[in-house]
């Protein structure tokens, strides 16, 4: 069989009209089916609905006018318990009628009981011990089954009971086995709570046949098939027995989550190999409880089965006039297609790809002249198009090109290909630059870090690396580190120039400035980056060995890590500053800050170790003395007992060495008054208490020199810290602890270095404790 693009034309145009007319007709057909189907849908959806809302309305009109009644005796108990009227001896005889007189009025009541809180009756429990209608303990729990009076103290430990009197609302269950008129059948109940001024009381609930409610439904429905769904998915009510208590539509999970919203929905769903127009018609049952359902299923077959008669001989329709209209349109075109044959052999040159073909001059003026002039105007628009084409494809995006109308797809299409083709250049410059500022920004901040890892023990050598490495790599003119110094007095802190470049070293050179002095100290209080395209005339120059010039650009930024500034770095430049240099600036400027903090308390760090390293020295050495000192007396006296026979003599040296050793001993005490007289000492004993403070750190606490002495040295540096750090002085350990002591509105971070005083057998005999200020607050 021939391909249909390789078909004459007299063929094709009888071939094509036939398809056509066969889209046409389908399409009408379809049309015509569509509200067909939609109509027969519509149908059933509304009987449906009807159904639903009738089979819904009849057992919730059941469901609910059991509870008007025995919510009614719910109120009855209530008002009983507070009543004056009725002596409480008989209030349990009254009740106990009442609800007799219920069950006998009240035909669609089948079982009826009543549980109540203990002493909630009349307060007589203790009296009602072993009678009928009440537990061992005497509470009253009357059960009514078929008229007839039992006990319902086993359903105290059920949902029924237990979720009224937790939510204070009523209660529907799931369906569960009972006895009803003498026969085991299967029920559900509901539970509605006994309330009095909204406190809890007890409970008042009822049985509901799920046979007598099938039967129900079944007075209400014919062809479709209904069930009762509670707001859980479970099925209360249906006619296959053995699906009540199992999830809803086998569990399908899109209709289950739709029933917690208690709103009317529809859907057609498939159910083992079958499709189902389903409704779901929400119904109120009870007060407080979520909707239940009443859903009703329709077979789709069933809805469509008229339907698809009726297409059947819409179709048949629809063929034999596609045949027709095939047949007319051969019979139409046959006398025409000669007179365009040589039109399509042009065209099939021209479909070939060849434009340089030449079309013979028409004078007619009808649609085969008209062609051959149209033909000529396209074989000319073509070969404008394929110049233009050949020009861009050189490169020459500029190239002359006017679209032959409005109408010239191919025209706007090259048109559009050169914006694109311009847009693209101008986006792959674009993102050249990007590209070329991320890696210029990383490779800046990788050649920071490194500047940042090396001399980090000098802030002089550090700060000078890093304002050249700035001002050599941003490629500007000048620039300034500063740095906050380390004062403890608020009123002697600055910010002082650690390294410039570039910077004129006369007037900048021993640079310092206060907070909130001009614009470095401004920045520095509010720690906000300023960037200044106007330049005051005396603000700065820039020199050089031509001259002096003001910078065009300003950039002060601080030093800041976790909200500290330790410092503000100053930028100057003839060129205005790029946006991704100032964002490198301030991602390097909490390097350097953090690099700073650690800097400072390093050399602060070393310095503290390094006094207490003299201190110590020199406490050993005075040790040593005094050791030697005592060596040579033991060794003076056993040359004594030795030579008795030069007593004399040896007594008078005796007496040499005595004198010297109380001169030793008085400078000893001497050392010692000094360096309790000049350091910051608490000495203490081996149970922790102070027995000693030098008015150096009585001063540093601004308290007095006695306030202390006596009392246990847990209580300023904390019971957990104490006993550590008793942990490791009693073996000899050196211990240093930084704590937070408060002493009136004022809270000092100090350093501890606690040394161990030791006996000749190691024994710990007394403790000193150093204090070295950290900082204030």
Request: proline residues 3%; negative net charge.
């Amino acid at each position: 069989m021939r391909k249909y693009k390789d078909l004459e034309i007299e063929k094709r145009v009888p071939l094509m009209m036939g398809i056509s007319s066969l889209l046409v007709l389908s399409i009408v057909c379809g049309l015509l089916l569509r509200p067909l189907r939609s109509s027969a849908l519509d149908d059933a959806a509304t009987i449906a609905k009807l159904s639903a809302e009738a089979a819904g309305g009849n057992l919730a009109e059941r469901i609910n006018g059991s509870a008007r009644v025995i919510r009614a005796y719910a109120g009855i108990i209530a008002q009983m318990t507070e009543s004056d009227a009725i002596p409480v001896e008989n209030r349990r005889d009254i009740l106990l009628g009442n609800l007799k007189v219920l069950i006998a009025s009240e035909k669609n009541l089948s079982n009826v009981w009543c549980i109540v809180e203990p002493n909630a009756i009349d307060g007589l429990d203790s009296l009602y011990k072993d009678r009928p209608c009440t537990n061992d303990d005497g509470v009253w729990m009357p059960w009514l089954i078929d008229g007839q009076i039992s006990n319902a103290s086993h359903l105290v430990s059920s949902e029924l009971y237990r979720v009224p009197k937790s939510t204070g609302r009523e209660f529907l269950s799931k369906p569960y086995e009972d006895i009803l008129n003498g026969k085991q059948a299967k029920v559900f109940s509901l539970s509605i709570p006994i309330m009095l001024h909204g406190k809890f009381i007890g409970v008042i609930a009822t049985d509901f046949d799920i046979n007598e409610m099938v039967e129900l439904i079944a007075s209400y429905q014919s062809s479709t098939t209904g069930k009762l769904i509670s707001n859980e998915g479970i099925v209360m009510v249906y006619k296959d027995m053995s699906r009540i208590g199992a999830l809803a539509e086998h569990g399908n999970r899109e209709i289950l989550n739709k029933l917690p919203e208690g709103r009317l929905f529809t859907g057609i769903y498939e159910f083992e190999g079958k499709m189902f127009y389903k409704v779901y018609d929400p119904i109120k049952l009870g007060e407080g409880i979520t909707p239940w359902y009443y859903a009703v299923d329709v077979p789709v077959l069933q809805i469509y089965a008229k339907s698809k008669t009726i297409s059947l001989y819409l179709i048949m329709y629809c063929l034999l006039g596609v045949i027709l209209i095939g047949f007319a349109g051969w019979l139409l075109m046959k006398p025409i297609l000669k007179g365009i044959s040589k039109v399509t052999n042009l065209i099939h040159d021209l479909s070939r790809g060849s434009i340089n073909i030449k079309i013979d001059d028409n004078q007619s003026r009808d649609e085969i002249g008209t062609m051959n002039n149209k033909l000529q105007e396209l074989v000319n628009g073509i070969k404008d198009k394929a110049v233009f084409a050949e020009g861009i494809g050189r490169g020459n995006l500029d190239a002359d090109f006017h679209e032959l109308s409005e109408d010239d797809t191919l025209g706007k299409s090259l048109l559009d290909m050169r914006q694109s083709l311009q847009k693209a250049e101008q986006e792959h410059a674009a993102r050249a630059t990007e590209e070329k500022q991320r890696n210029w920004g990383t490779e800046g901040l990788a050649r920071f870090a490194e500047i940042l890892r090396k001399d980090n023990d000098n802030m002089k050598i550090l700060s000078y690396n890093i304002i050249s490495n700035m001002v050599q790599y941003l490629n500007i003119n000048q620039g300034g580190i500063f740095v906050l110094n380390e004062s403890e007095n608020e009123a002697e802190r600055f910010l002082e120039m650690q390294a410039c470049y570039a910077f004129n070293r006369k007037k900048f050179l021993e640079k310092q400035i206060r907070p909130g002095e001009g614009l470095v100290g401004a920045c520095f209080l509010e720690g906000k980056p300023i960037y200044m395209t106007q330049i005051p005339d005396e603000y700065i120059t820039i020199t050089s060995g031509l001259g002096e010039a003001n910078p065009k650009a300003v950039f002060i930024c601080p030093l800041k890590v976790n909200d500290t500034i330790y410092g503000v770095i100053e930028l100057a430049s003839f060129q205005p500053f790029e946006p991704f240099e100032l964002d490198f600036v301030q991602k390097v400027s909490e390097s350097i800050a953090s690099t700073i903090a650690t800097v400072q308390v390093n050399v602060r760090t070393l310095r503290l170790l390094e006094q207490t390293k003299l201190q110590a020295e020199e406490m050993a050495n005075t040790e040593e003395e005094l050791r030697q000192n005592m060596e040579e007396m033991q060794s003076t006296q056993e040359e004594m007992r030795r030579r008795e026979d030069e007593l004399q003599n040896i007594l008078g040296k005796m007496n040499e060495i005595q004198a010297a050793g109380e001169e030793k001993e008085f400078e000893m005490k001497r050392i010692q008054e000094l360096l309790f007289s000049s350091l910051n000492i608490i000495e203490f004993s081996v149970d922790g208490i102070i027995t000693e403070v030098t008015q150096n750190l009585a001063s540093l606490f601004n308290v007095d020199k006695s306030f202390p002495v006596g009392k246990p040295m847990a209580a300023f540096i904390g019971e957990k810290s104490y006993t550590k750090t008793m942990a490791s002085l009693v073996q000899g350990k050196i211990v240093e602890e930084v704590h937070t002591v408060k002493t009136g509105e004022i809270a000092l971070a100090i350093r501890h270095i606690f040394l161990p005083i030791c006996n000749k057998q190691g024994e710990l005999m007394r403790v000193l404790m150093l204090a070295f200020p950290e900082n204030k607050k």
